[in-house]
């Protein structure tokens, strides 16, 4: 340090080099980049994703009431119109996560005309406790509208970041605004455990209020809509559905005893079940699964 320097001149230096300590401003988004992105807490970020993993609609066998209700909830959405969180539960593998994808890009195709407004947003459920200043962001741009997107939502033990999401799905101050929408993939109903659910009837002072502090969390979704295993009709149909999209070579009697092979070796069907013994036919077959 140079004691002979002026102290002003000390002063503008320190200054300076606390300004290129600071973390600099969160970059201004440009959502007319790509249509999906994901919500990054630190530092602040929507990134862009250029190419979305999804199927198309029409390949979601099985899941047709699902299918209809998430459809038409989201171009009510999309046109402007009055709609509903969504809370997709249930087995695992059933489709809830491909529903909400495939339908955003249905949907963004329908609306065209509106010049791509629909976005699909995701955020991880390590993120949720910074969704006040994800929505922060999307309230300064109206002239989109947004899904934002959280897969396998759940909590557990001693988190209490659910209380944040329970603010901006209702009843905080400023709630969600009206040109977003959250939807959200959960193995569990309530998005608790059940034995969650159980020490809170056992040790709360007063055990309904304590669980229906937690139960609270879900109901703040308009739409619950419940997936199940599927039969073994409907697990053919989606491999057959999956081999005439990709044009795989292999005849209907083949097909059927290798997928059903397939499902006992993995002691379960449904359509991810499906999907990877398609991966796995096609990769034999020398065939690439490429395209929408």
């Avoid at 000390?10 to 600099?24: C, D, K, N, S, V």
């Avoid at 308009?222 to 559905?241: A, E, K």
């Avoid at 005439?244 to 993995?266: M, N, V």
């Avoid at 991966?279 to 020398?286: F, I, K, M, P, Y």
Wanted: hydrophobic residues 40%; neutral net charge.
């Amino acid at each position: 340090m140079n004691f002979q320097e002026p102290i002003g001149g000390l002063i503008e230096r320190m200054a300076r080099a606390l300004e290129r300590l600071a973390p600099l401003p969160p970059r201004k988004p440009d959502f007319d980049r790509v249509e999906a992105f994901i919500w990054q807490a630190e530092p602040e970020a929507f990134l862009p994703v250029a190419a979305v993993n999804r199927v198309p609609l029409c390949l979601l066998k099985g899941i047709d009431r699902m299918r209809d209700v998430l459809y038409d909830n989201t171009v009510r959405f999309a046109r402007g119109l009055p709609a509903n969180n969504a809370l997709l539960w249930g087995a695992r593998g059933t489709g809830k996560s491909s529903l909400v994808k495939a339908v955003h890009a249905a949907v963004s195709r329908e609306t065209r005309p509106q010049a791509g407004a629909l976005k699909l947003v995701e955020i991880h459920r390590e993120e949720i406790a910074s969704l006040p200043r994800c929505l922060a962001h999307l309230r300064e741009t109206r002239a989109k509208r947004f899904i934002l997107f959280c897969d396998d939502l759940s909590f557990e033990g001693r988190d209490t970041s659910y209380k944040s999401l329970k603010a901006v799905l209702e009843g905080g101050i400023e709630g969600r605004p009206e040109h977003v929408l959250f939807y959200a993939t959960s193995n569990r109903r309530h998005l608790m455990p059940r034995e969650m659910l159980e020490n809170e009837r056992s040790t709360a002072i007063n055990p309904s209020e304590g669980v229906d502090e937690i139960v609270s969390l879900s109901d703040r979704f308009g739409l619950w809509i419940g997936f199940h295993n599927c039969s073994q009709d409907d697990y053919l149909d989606m491999v057959r559905g999956y081999a005439a999209h990709y044009r795989l070579p292999i005849a209907d009697e083949a097909l059927t005893r290798e997928a059903l092979a397939w499902a006992i070796g993995r002691g379960a069907r449904s359509g991810r079940v499906a999907f990877q013994f398609i991966q796995d036919l096609a990769g034999r077959l020398g065939v690439r699964l490429d395209g929408d």
